[in-house]
């Protein structure tokens, strides 16, 4: 499947260089002790600007429901269709989720409640992407 290659900017730059070094990192609020994705200029709880800081995360989560995509209008990924469009609760923060088509998971076979793990795959020389996987 055709892959997005994130252009990366100077607030979701500290996120993109920690996947490309393999990490999860996420804000993290000082003033609340609030996880965000995507990030942010300020705290989506609080509103503070000032306690945001940049914190390496597990990644592991869990399915916590999908769609199936038939007919999509995205012309780079129409060859694609059907694909599963999975939303992925993170452990350390379930209310932080993420979005995967789940790699290697056929169309209507996605296990709702299994826990996955973030991979890292590489869509151009020098950049990483995120996604997840099923844990067996």
């Keep these: 499947m055709p892959k997005i290659i994130p252009v990366p900017d100077d607030l979701s730059r500290p996120f993109w260089d920690g ?3 393999r990490r999860l990192l996420l804000q993290h609020c000082a ?3 609030k996880l965000q994705y995507p990030p942010q200029p300020a705290c989506q709880v609080c509103g503070s600007a000032d306690g945001l800081e940049w914190k390496e995360v597990a990644g592991q989560g869990h399915i916590a429901t999908y ?9 780079r990924r129409m060859p694609d269709q059907p694909y599963n469009l999975a ?3 993170l452990d350390a923060d379930p ?3 993420f979005y995967s088509n789940l790699p290697g998971l056929p169309p209507y076979q996605v296990p709702v409640g299994a826990a996955v793990e973030v991979m890292f795959e590489e869509v151009a020389p020098g950049q990483l992407i995120h996604e997840w996987r099923v844990v067996e």
Excluded: K, W, Y
Aim: proline share 0%; aromatic share 0%; with cysteine.
């Design 31 to 33: 003033a609340c002790a």
């Design 19 to 21: 996947v490309n070094e």
């Design 87 to 89: 939303l992925v609760t």
């Design 67 to 75: 769609i199936v995509i038939e007919d999509g209008r995205l012309n």
């Design 95 to 97: 209310t932080v989720n």
